[in-house]
DNA sequence: GACGGTATGCTGGTCGGACCAGTAACCCAG
DNA sequence: CTGGGTTACTGGTCCGACCAGCATACCGTC
């Protein structure tokens, strides 16, 4: 015979799971309102703190959020992969990951994305890569930081052509991740003209690439593309990690 | 000339984002202990609630824990994707992941996971999965749950070949909830012999790949067993998800 | 001197009450 | 019908209190 061990849970936790229950049920959707925290307070029977830190926790897990002085109360979400990339960037960020795992990683999921999107992408998709691509163009005379912001709608446009919201997530958040680890080189960067050029001109050949339904091309292009700029930030003895990913 | 919005700080989330540095920049490594909250209060200037209220978070984004009674004070935790892991596993319950996004995820993960440990594997790493087919072999005789463990252990040890940290965790954490969402259908499974034997020889077959550094082989191999394993439970008109993936 | 139990001072968990700034809805004057 | 002020209640923060539980230091026993 064995026993199970016994688990102390905390009051705050309780109040939690039923209030989590409800939202995955359905019993509550979003744009609903929880009752107020002194409504809440009788409701499950325990005091003011209790229910906050209850909310705090809720809140920080993205299933709601609360306005000081809404009389309607606080307010349930819709579910969003906002508390999934929270929870990833801290990972990258507490890991001390390596820039050349970080890179290694994006090599493999921006190949696969864009070989889904290569093999998945309606017109719609491919009409939206295209202004994208039309706006980059437009950036290059506006300087690095439009430019930028151009890029980085292309490259949100392919994972959402890829349609899978977990490769989403994850890409934007190691792109941002490596960004941040190498921003204050890459703003060393001398010829940023060259730079701007030399993405456009690849973006290009992943947009036939894609519009072609070659996945392997776009994967290979993407891949190679991610190498060929950041390779250089990377200790040359750490480059053989992502060789691998560059064969194929 | 642009006004920025003003952003209401609450009091709380700042005494998070001080801890939250500490611990991501190192200053606080795991295992060591946060001052107490009555120490905590002095230091923050707030009181105690607010205190209270910022741990929550910190717990709950598994960054600290805290124990009644210890005089030691909160521990801070290693990083661990045991926070990924739950708002993945909410995201599902949510019905904003579905199974066939979830194991395209994993297919193309996986995939390139065996790619990288065929490609940079040492004798140390060979030996290790032999080790693990070995005792899949020995599970075999001793139930499900055994060979299961054992299981478990042969992935562990692809991942740890391929030696990419955030492949390991993002493959463990979408594991695990692939297996929850099919647990129960899986478990109802007829035969669970014949099961364990397709998956013993396909392990097989993917270690010879890896022992013989063809990344590609043992990439289509993992792909095609989670597939095929798999597939039965996605819906058909979502299967042609996974398509482009075997194709490779 | 070695050991086991006890006392103690702290911890986190919970409670209750209080005040404040802010919001949304209501109502009334125009 | 509109606009502006009133109001009731919200969430954010603070304070003080009590409890059970943990580590440690202390102490008496052997």
Not at 1 to 20: D, L, N, S, W
Not at 27 to 42: D, I, N, Q, V
Not at 188 to 195: C, N, P
Request: with cysteine.
């Amino acid at each position: 015979m064995r026993f199970e061990p016994v688990a102390t849970v905390r009051a705050y936790e309780r109040v939690v799971q039923q209030i989590e229950e409800a939202v995955f049920s359905g019993t509550l959707k979003a744009g609903e309102r929880l009752p107020s925290e002194r409504e809440l307070m009788t409701q499950f029977a325990v005091s003011r703190s209790t229910i906050r830190e209850a909310l705090r926790v809720l809140q920080a897990a993205g299933l709601i959020r609360s306005k000081p002085g809404d009389p309607r109360g606080p307010e349930v979400l819709a579910a969003s992969p906002a508390a999934l990339h929270k929870s990833m960037h801290r990972l990258t960020r507490a890991d001390h990951l390596s820039l050349a795992e970080l890179l290694q990683f994006r090599m493999a999921l921006d190949g696969s994305a864009h070989l889904l999107a290569a093999k998945l992408r309606t017109e719609e998709h491919l009409a939206e890569l295209e202004a994208a691509l039309a706006a980059m163009h437009a950036g290059t005379s506006l300087g690095y930081a439009e430019f930028s912001r151009a890029d980085v709608a292309f490259h949100e446009a392919i994972a959402r052509a890829a349609g899978n919201p977990l490769l989403v997530v994850c890409l934007e958040v190691v792109r941002g991740v490596v960004l941040e680890q190498i921003e204050e080189r890459l703003s060393h960067a001398g010829d940023q003209d060259a730079l701007m050029r030399t993405w456009l001109a690849h973006h290009g050949e992943v947009l036939q690439a894609i519009r072609d339904a070659d996945g392997e091309l776009a994967a290979r292009l993407a891949r190679r593309a991610l190498y060929d700029n950041y390779a250089e930030y990377v200790p040359e003895c750490e480059r053989v990690l992502l060789h691998p990913l560059l064969d194929i």
